[in-house]
């Protein structure tokens, strides 16, 4: 996902064509369409290191950690009021994600991907599958879910 954004009318976070959405691209595209002498110091990680706000990549890698790790301490046997509030904390989450293409397409994924809020299990599956979608997407890797506690909540097995 490089380059700028036109935002559709539906998007719930508007950006302005002038003003390229930060959160939606990785770093070093921002900074060269910033054309900015700061296009020499723009390698992986210096986001970071400099204290910049969050690019596409920051804000999606602690996302998903955020995400994954709530799914692996989600209980075991939600109350009907615990599923209703995941429900709605993903809808809304959904509407906010500040990369307006990246949750477009999410709401999207929604449409036709109940999230499976009965089991801590069934939402740690369901959030594995929403970022092996954009896995897919990005032409990453898919990831095993079957591996899912072992990344998110117990540690790699020896
Ligand atoms: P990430 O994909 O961020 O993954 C972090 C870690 O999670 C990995 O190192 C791996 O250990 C683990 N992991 C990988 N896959 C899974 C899985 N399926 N289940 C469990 N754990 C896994 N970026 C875009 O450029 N375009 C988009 O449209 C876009 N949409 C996004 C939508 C959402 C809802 C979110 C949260 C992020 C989105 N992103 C998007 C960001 C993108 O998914 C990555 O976070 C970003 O590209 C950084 O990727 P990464 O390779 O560092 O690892």
Known sequence: MEGRHAPADTDPIPT??????????????????QRTRG????????AAK??????????????????????????????SQQQQDMRSFITLFSKFYPCPPCAEDFREWLKTNTPKVDSRSGLSQWFCEAHNEVNK?????LFDCKRINERWLDGWAD
């Open 137 to 141: 997407k990005l032409q990453k890797p």
């Open 39 to 46: 296009e020499e110091a723009a390698r992986p990680g210096d």
């Open 50 to 79: 400099y204290g910049c706000p969050a690019d596409s990549l920051a804000l999606g890698r602690g996302t998903w950690r955020l995400l994954h790790t709530m799914a692996a301490y989600y209980p075991d046997q939600p109350s």
């Open 16 to 33: 302005s064509p002038a003003k390229p959405c930060r959160t939606c691209v990785d770093f070093r595209s921002w900074m060269k369409s």
